[in-house]
């Protein structure tokens, strides 16, 4: 099955600077790659997805690229804002098979004003 | 707006127990999927469903077992509850076209 690794646990950085979170997957065959942001007592909500047809995807602040060769896909956040700070989950799975996605283990974000 | 509704927040139940975790969405999606959320360990598949009275196992079932018999309503049973089951559920329904999950609110549930 799906591996997903994910780092760092936690990151720290200042409003206004940008931050990264990595994740690696096993499965070549994976093609879809979602990530969720979980704020504090709050429930997962999806941010942003990517395609394994496509290398980047931008929305406002957020993007997210894919290396389907070293099999690693990132998010990046630039400009960021207090509230910014959650739990960032990124994942991978083969779309159009089980359609169950395997989960990184996540990210602790904290934006220090 | 996808509304998925867990039944209880916060539970506190004893060793040994049987234990019922509800789960009910309003927008007529196939996929069902009850994970498990610890610290440092990301959220876990435990059982899904892609129709009434069907379930497949995840990467957790042991200790576990669900029931699907309505499309809307997916339940998540402890036959037996162990403290090494203390911890975060979420429920979570996905859309046929977009592949999102969409989850609950979570029920944090304690056993002592």
């Known amino acids: 099955g799906e591996n997903v690794e994910q780092h760092p646990s936690t990151l720290s950085v200042q409003e206004g600077d940008s931050a990264v979170i990595k994740c690696t997957y096993s499965?070549?065959?994976?093609?879809?790659f979602p990530w969720y942001k979980q704020e504090l007592g709050k429930r997962p909500q999806l941010i942003i997805d990517i395609r394994s047809n496509v290398g980047e995807k931008k929305d406002q602040r957020i993007a997210v690229t894919l290396n389907k060769t070293a099999k690693h896909f990132s998010l990046h956040i630039t400009e960021t804002q207090p509230e910014d700070s959650a739990v960032y989950f990124c994942?991978?799975?083969?779309?159009?098979?089980?359609?169950?996605?395997?989960f990184g283990s996540g990210t602790q974000l904290t934006v220090l004003p | 707006d996808v509304k998925v509704t867990q039944s209880s927040r916060y539970l506190v139940k004893r060793t040994g127990e049987k234990v019922f975790l509800e789960c009910v969405q309003d927008?007529?999606?196939?996929?069902m999927f009850w994970y498990r959320q610890d610290p440092g360990l990301g959220l876990r598949l435990i059982y899904f469903?892609?129709?009434?009275?069907?379930?497949e196992k995840g990467d957790i079932p042991e200790g576990y077992s669900v029931s699907r018999e309505k499309k809307e309503r997916f339940s998540l049973i402890l036959e037996s509850a162990s403290t090494n089951q203390t911890s975060m559920y979420l429920c979570a329904t996905q859309g046929a076209s977009t592949g999102e999950l969409f989850f609950g609110e979570g029920s944090r549930l304690t056993v002592l």
């Open positions: 469903s892609y129709d009434v009275k069907m379930k």
């Open positions: 927008m007529d999606h196939e996929n």
């Open positions: 499965d070549s065959a994976s093609n879809y």
């Open positions: 994942a991978a799975t083969l779309r159009g098979s089980a359609r169950q996605l395997t």
